[in-house]
């Protein structure tokens, strides 16, 4: 494993482009852990999303209400 600084200039950017980096490595690992089950002749399929999936969105954050007291009845 390789351990190195990472920057985009932009934290979200940066967080962003690490979670894909992520992504790709579990793939990754899910690939040769595939292979290694057709070696020992296990067998194992593979299921992609239908036609109707789509990716879940991030739920949205209402802004921020300022933090005013009522006024006084």
């Known amino acids: 494993m390789v ?6 200039g932009d934290p979200e ?4 482009a690490l979670a894909e980096i992520l ?3 579990l793939c990754v690992r899910q690939l040769a852990d595939a292979i290694e089950l ?4 296990a067998e194992f399929g593979l299921i992609r ?8 969105r991030a739920p949205e954050v209402p802004e921020q209400l300022p933090d ?5 009845a």
């Open 13 to 16: 950017a940066t967080m962003h």
């Open 3 to 8: 351990i190195t600084e990472f920057d985009a």
């Open 38 to 41: 057709t070696r020992a002749g």
């Open 68 to 72: 005013v007291a009522p006024p006084a």
């Open 49 to 56: 999303p239908n036609l109707s999936w789509r990716p879940k």
């Open 23 to 25: 992504r790709f490595r």
